[in-house]
Nanobody, 127 residues
């Protein structure tokens, strides 16, 4: 059974940094996508950054140049380094993962494309 557990959220001031972590257990897939999503109050869940098993990445335009997604395959851990944080980055951040068929090359970036989710970690950026 796959389980994802996020950590690293918190409260920072504008311009600050946070590093989110997502520990995956029960993960046996060699071809996969993993991603970070966020949900702001009253808004739909949106993709922030995704990475595939080859290290290819995709970012939302709003976070390009500020956020970096990475993973540590040896420890099955996904990271999101968030720099230059803005108040509009305030949201609940979720980790997601799923197996990707070997014939499919694109990086999953929509919530419906992921079956495994963490419980979320809150990020609050104050001005």
């Amino acid at each position: 059974q796959v389980q994802l557990v996020e950590s690293g959220g918190g409260s920072v001031q504008t311009g600050g940094s946070l590093r989110l972590s997502c520990a995956a257990s029960g993960w046996t897939y060699s071809n996969y996508c993993m991603g970070w999503f966020r949900q702001r109050p009253g808004k739909e869940r949106e993709g922030v950054a995704s990475i595939d098993s080859y290290g290819h990445t995709r970012y939302a335009d709003s976070v390009k140049g500020r956020f970096t997604i990475s993973n540590d395959n040896g420890q099955n851990t996904l990271y999101l380094q968030m720099n230059s944080l803005k108040p509009e980055d305030t949201a609940m951040y979720y980790c997601a993962a799923d197996e990707r068929p070997p014939w499919l090359q694109r990086i999953f970036f929509e919530p419906y494309e992921y079956n495994y989710w963490g419980q979320g970690t809150q990020v609050t950026v104050s001005s």
